[in-house]
């Protein structure tokens, strides 16, 4: 019986015999973390200095979001063309209907830069995964997340200490409030290890887990199609087929969702460190 060959070529992201189909005696070649590993495109995987397809991703969509907004703006008109406008209208939304909603305009402004930027960056990071060729969210590596979860968790902490000192960024964290009278030392604990440990895993895995479940569901679909397509197994492969399809629009709506997510909830941090009840 065959067994499902992991590609030594960088590019390939499915990682699945194209010979082999139901009903020729291999069994169906399911998606797993080897659908996630590439081989260096430079570099030495065994000194863990190397460079491999998601790092490429990651710069190339850097590029793009900068080069994209550059465009937009090197030149900008009184009367926008329609690249800017669409830009404008993107920068806008994020502006007005995430930091401003969330932190208030006098407050926020001085953080739309920040918002704006992350919220392009993995929005862009998640639409790998639906680009042909590229066909992979960078996301779906748990690293890209981390970082940028971190990112936000020391701006949030360097702010929180900066607007209220070490004791109120004590009552900060733990959610100190008097009112709450004998449980306070345990509400104290619970918030604390909340704010400083689970908040950033949470943030980060939020982001992470969706987009590898995501781009391992449309790997199922695209390898079941194509294993399928053998015999009686072609009714059921263009069921299969169809569902990819569906899948595809389904995981585009959800790579915007979770872009804007992750801004909003870093905007949900910031007020909080910003606030002035504790």
């Known amino acids: 019986m065959k ?3 992991v590609s030594a070529d960088p590019t390939q992201v499915l990682a699945f015999e194209t010979d082999c189909h139901i009903f020729d005696g291999c069994g169906f070649p399911a998606p797993g973390l080897h659908s996630f590993l590439f081989e260096p495109l430079w570099g030495d995987a065994d000194s863990n200095l190397y460079f491999n397809k998601p790092m490429l991703l990651a710069l190339l969509g850097s590029l ?8 937009a703006f090197r030149k900008p008109k009184v009367v926008p063309g329609k690249l800017q406008m669409v830009v404008e209208a993107g920068y806008d939304f994020i502006r007005r209907g995430v930091v401003y909603e969330t932190i208030g305009k006098k407050e926020g402004e001085k953080y739309v830069p920040l918002i704006v930027s992350l919220f392009f960056f993995v929005w862009m990071m998640n639409l ?6 590229a066909q992979f969210p960078v996301t779906s ?3 890209y997340p981390a970082v940028l979860a971190l990112i936000v968790y020391v701006l949030w902490v360097s702010l929180t200490f900066k607007r209220h000192g070490f004791v109120g960024f004590f009552k900060n964290v733990t959610g100190y409030d008097k009112s709450l009278g004998a449980v306070l030392p345990l509400a104290m604990v619970i918030e604390f290890f909340s704010n400083l440990l689970v908040r950033p895993f949470t943030h980060a895995v939020r982001l992470f887990a969706n987009m590898f479940a995501g781009h391992t569901l449309l790997l199922l679909f695209t390898i079941a199609s194509w294993y399928l397509l053998n015999g009686i197994g072609i009714a059921y492969a263009g069921v299969s087929f169809v569902m990819t399809i569906v899948m595809t629009a389904f995981e585009l709506f959800i790579q915007a969702l979770q872009a804007y997510v992750f801004v909003l909830l870093t905007c949900t941090y910031i007020q909080g460190a910003l606030a002035e009840n504790h």
């Open 3 to 5: 067994e499902p060959a």
């Open 64 to 71: 793009v979001v900068v080069g994209v907004f550059w465009a």
């Open 128 to 133: 790998w995964s639906v680009i042909p060729v």
């Open 141 to 143: 590596i748990i690293a």
